[in-house]
C-alpha cells in the first residue's frame, strides 16, 4: 500500500496483514459484490508469488465464474527476478527458472527436489522468501545441494528491495552465498555453468559464442545459419552412437554416465539410428507401459531368461528367472521361490526399451525419468525376435495377452 499511496487520493483503503491473504481475497469478493470497483495490490507480478492465485481459488470457491457480472483483470507488473537481473547485468539471458524456499505452505521436500533438479538442469535460478527471521536454515541447505552440482566460484546476486528506498546489492560467490545478509526482501540470482562476473556485471551468455566467432561474427566451422547447433537434437543422438561404435566394449550405461544423461535418452539415441548412423551392434525400439503385462507374458517363452536389478552407483544384479516362479497380482510383478521373494511395482512404470546386441536381448522397464526399475535379459533367439516386433510401440501387431503364456 505504501509503494502507491499516491495512487490512493479518494479511495477507500482496507489494510491486511501478513498470513491474512485468504481474508484479503474474501474481503475483496465482498466489496466487489457490493458494486464497488476493486484493486487487489500485490508488489511485484500478482502473479508470481502474489494474489492472483488465491484470488482465482477464492472466487472459483465462491461459485464465480468469468461470465459473472464482476470481471476480473489481472494487471501484469515487474516481479523481483526480473528487477534484480537488470540492477546486475544480464544473468536471465538464457534458461532460469524461479524457486520459494519458504516452506510455510510448500513441504521442503517438495523445494528440495525442485532445487536439486534445477542445480542438475544447469538453470539460472532465482530464489524467492530465502531467509527469514524464524526461517534461517533453508539458504544453507539450498546451498548444499546447489554445491553438489556447481563450482564454488558460481556467481551469485543478493538484491535486497530491487528499485525501492533500501536497495542493496551484493554480488558474491555461491561458496560465500549463505553467510551474507539476505532477508525477506532479497531476491537471490545464482548462475549457471557459464555464467561470469566482470566488472561487477554478472553475464549469462545466450550460447551466440558456439556458433559464432565473437570477434568476427563468422560462423564457426561446421555450423549453419538457422540450423541447429551440431549438438542439437539430431547430431546429440549421432554422437551417442557413434561413441557406442567407437568400442565395442561399450554399453548404454557406460554411455549414460560418460553423456551424463538417463539411460532412456541413450536407448532413444539407438533407436534412431538408421545405415548411415549406426550404433556398433546395437538396436532399440520402444515399449509402451501398456505393453508391460504382454511383455512379462511373453517372456516366459525367451530362452536363457534372467531378471536385471540395477542399483545405485552402477551396481547390477542378474538372477536366472524360472517363469514358473512369476506372477503378476495387484499392478505388481511377484517373484516367488525358496530362495528369492521380490516384487516389482508396474504401475509406475512409464515404458520401456527393447534393446539387442550380438547374441543378447534386454528389455529395460523405465520410470517417467527413464531410469530402468527393472530389466529381462535373454538370448536373442527368434522368440525375443517375434515379441520385439509384436510388443514394440512403433507396431500395430495386437499384444499377446498374459494367459496365453500363463
Known sequence: INLVRDLLDGKEVVRKGMTEEIDRCIEAWEQARQGKTVALVSSGDIGVYGMAGPTYETLLNAGWTPQHEIAVEVVPGTTALNA????VGAPLTHDFCAISLSDLLTPWPSIARRLEAAARGDFVIALYNPKSGRRTRQIVEAQ?????????DTPVAIVKSAYRRKQAIQMVTLAEMAERKIGMLTTVLIGNGQTFMRHGLMVTPRGYANKYHPRSGDLLPGEQAGHSLRMGLLEWHACVRDWLGGDGARTPRQAAAHFDAPLGEILAAIAAADA????????AAPLAADRIPGLIAAARGWNGLRLVLPGSGGARCE?????????????ALRIESPALQLELPLQDLAGGWFLRHGACGEVYCCDAS???????????????ERDWQALSSHSTAPERPLEASA
Open 84 to 87: 534484480a537481473a537488470s540492477l
Open 144 to 152: 548444499r545441494i546447489l554445491l553438489r552440482h556447481r563450482a564454488p
Open 276 to 283: 548411415d548412423s549406426p550404433a556398433g551392434d546395437y538396436r
Open 319 to 331: 538372477l536366472a528367472a524360472d517363469a514358473g516362479d512369476w506372477s503378476l497380482k495387484e499392478q
Open 370 to 384: 527413464g531410469e530402468p526399475v527393472f530389466g529381462l535379459k535373454a538370448k536373442a533367439d527368434p522368440a525375443f
